[in-house]
């Protein structure tokens, strides 16, 4: 895991302020374009991204790095769980998509680092609506939450059970308490 502070400039992701509906359509987009499968594994997406999935041992502070004029990395905990990594990983190419460039463009000569505890939370919370877009298609997912609510859905999403009620939820689709 490379160090939080690091000797050359970085910069946390800025948020671009996009709507909910901005983002949901968007990730959705690029789930079909970096060809994302529901349950197969995100290293050929991660590939088609340009970013690579590393694992490290704690303090596991990074979520995304892009070191200058080197490969961006998702950093997983070494001793992750696998439904967990994959909301991780979703997230990072949140970031990676909405933030990167526009963050790159307006800080020359930075490096860009997401943080799993950000001094301000409006990227990661752009990047986590994105994540749970990525992951779990709207139409798609509203036919399993009301097949079963959050085992069926986050049964078929690979995704903890949490993780699900968040997505109803930001679908408002009921019953989420």
Known sequence: MPAKRLPYPYVEPEATQKTRLEIEVFAERLAHEWGYRNGESFDAVCKTAGVDIEYSHPPNEIMLDIPLEKQPVIWLARRGRKRDDRV??????????????????????????????????????????????????????????????????????????????????????????
């Open 88 to 177: 991780i990983i979703a997230t990072a190419l949140g970031h990676w998509a909405l933030h990167v460039q526009e963050t790159c463009e307006a800080n020359p000569g930075c490096g860009v680092q997401a943080l799993y505890q950000p001094e301000a939370r409006d990227a990661l919370d752009e990047a986590k609506a994105f994540g749970l877009a990525f992951l779990m298609p709207s139409e798609e997912f509203a036919t399993y939450w009301s097949q079963g609510r959050s085992q069926t859905a986050s049964d078929r999403f690979d995704v903890p059970t949490k993780i699900a009620y968040l997505r109803a939820q930001s679908l408002e689709l009921g019953d989420t308490q």
